[in-house]
């Protein structure tokens, strides 16, 4: 069945470094593929996605870009803040799949003034 | 108002007790989820709901009993819980997930803790 394989946090990070989540998937076919956000004391919410290999999805200065090659989406931030601390979701779900999305483990990002 | 409502936000019960969590949303959508989220595991999918319908059953045992009367509004009926049972039960909705669109937006979860 599909997967999806997140690098195990916590990430530890000073405020404007440079951020690298890893994110690799298993599926048949081409799904679609999420980061979602989870703030503490709150639910998940929708980050960015790419639908189609070679895509770049992006909001709030983050990007993915959607490998098929390496099957990856791995997600960057040129300079984090403290806000951003959170646990970051990677997900995907296969075409026609209507909303199955399957998640990661989380990573739990840390960022100190 | 938030989008999606869920409550209680914590609950402790003993694994002889009923209890309910209930979820309500207020974005219009037509199709709401159940999650689980455990300490160190992915997120499961464990119910979906399309138009007050559901349309996905994830293997999840008995003891756990949805409900949806309408588009707005989903519970999860509990009763003789394990401990494993303990978790964060996530609520979601969205549109019509044939649109497959991957998004969905969730509640901020009810902490089940089963003694």
């Known amino acids: 069945g599909d997967s999806v394989t997140q690098m195990e946090g916590p990430v530890t990070l000073s405020e404007e470094a440079f951020l690298t989540i890893n994110c690799t998937y298993t599926?048949?076919?081409?799904?679609?593929l999420f980061w979602y956000v989870q703030y503490p004391g709150e639910g998940l919410q929708l980050l960015l996605k790419a639908t189609k290999a070679d895509d770049k999805g992006s909001n709030k200065g983050f990007e993915a870009t959607y490998r098929k090659e390496t099957t990856s989406f791995h997600l960057e931030k040129g300079s984090v803040q403290v806000s951003d601390s959170a646990v970051y979701f990677c997900a995907l779900t296969p075409a026609e799949a209507g909303n199955m999305l399957t998640f990661g483990g989380g990573t739990r990002l840390m960022v100190k003034p | 108002e938030t989008g999606v409502t869920q409550t209680p936000r914590h609950l402790v019960m003993g694994m002889t007790n009923k209890k309910s969590l209930k979820c309500e949303q207020h974005l219009g959508h037509n199709a709401m989820y159940w999650y689980k989220q455990s300490a160190k595991k992915p997120l499961e999918l464990m119910f979906v709901y399309n138009f007050k319908e559901q349309t996905e059953n994830n293997s999840v045992p008995s003891r756990f009993s949805p409900e949806c009367p309408n588009s707005s509004h989903l519970f999860l009926h509990l009763h003789t819980l394990q401990p494993e049972d303990s978790a964060l039960y996530l609520c979601a909705s969205s549109h019509r997930p044939e649109l497959n669109t991957g998004e969905l937006f969730f509640g901020e979860g009810s902490r089940l803790t089963v003694l």
């Open positions: 599926a048949t076919g081409y799904p679609s």
